[in-house]
């Protein structure tokens, strides 16, 4: 899963290191400790963190959350969710804490990752332009209630509920 706001979903106490192969001490414990590192470095490559020496790599591994932007933040959290290899990321809200050039950036790194790994979202927002960069299909609720549902383009384009109607004109 990938939260809303980076900032509180990252640990401030853990390394960028110990944060992104949290998930590899739960579903691969017996991984050696270098191999592990291996993958956490891979991790944050994927998401465009890599350092180029191995020393930048070093120091990267051993900062905090606090000395990283809003967009960093958020890859480092999505290359913690990427770690254990899943097929389908809940990616809640994860752009609406960053300003719109980050969000494009993050954007486009979750439309690569989704091609590259053939990974599946699930897509928690109330942003229309999101719902149109990222998705096949959607599924508008309210309430706990499911009130409309289908490909993209048709239930943005002709909404035949009142809420999504609402919500496609408040967009623009």
């Known amino acids: ?4 706001d980076p900032f509180s979903s990252l640990s401030p106490r853990l390394t960028v290191e110990e944060i992104v192969g949290e998930g590899l001490g739960v ?3 017996r991984l050696p400790s270098n191999q592990r590192r291996q993958r956490v470095i891979q991790a944050l490559r994927d ?15 051993g900062r905090y959350p606090h000395e990283f932007s809003g ?4 890859r480092l959290a999505i290359a913690r969710a ?10 809640d809200e994860p752009t609406s804490a960053l300003d719109v050039t980050v969000q494009k950036q993050v ?13 599946s979202y699930l897509l928690i927002t109330h ?4 719902v149109r960069a990222m998705a096949h299909d959607v599924l508008v609720m309210k309430g706990g209630q499911v009130l409309e549902s289908g490909p993209v383009d048709t239930v943005l384009t002709r909404p035949s509920h009142a809420y999504t109607q609402i919500l496609v004109n408040a967009a623009g």
Do not use: C, W, Y
């Not at 998401?47 to 591994?61: K, R």
């Not at 967009?71 to 958020?74: F, K, P, S, V």
């Not at 954007?107 to 990974?119: D, I, T, V």
């Open 1 to 4: 899963m990938v939260f809303q």
């Open 71 to 74: 967009g960093q933040r958020q």
């Open 107 to 119: 954007l486009q790194l979750l439309q690569r990752l989704q091609r590259e790994r053939g990974l």
């Open 82 to 91: 990427l770690i254990i290899n899943p097929r389908v990321l809940l990616l």
């Open 47 to 61: 998401v465009g963190l890599g350092a180029q020496g191995d020393q930048e790599m070093t120091s990267l591994l």
């Open 27 to 29: 579903h691969e414990p």
């Open 127 to 130: 942003d229309v332009a999101v």
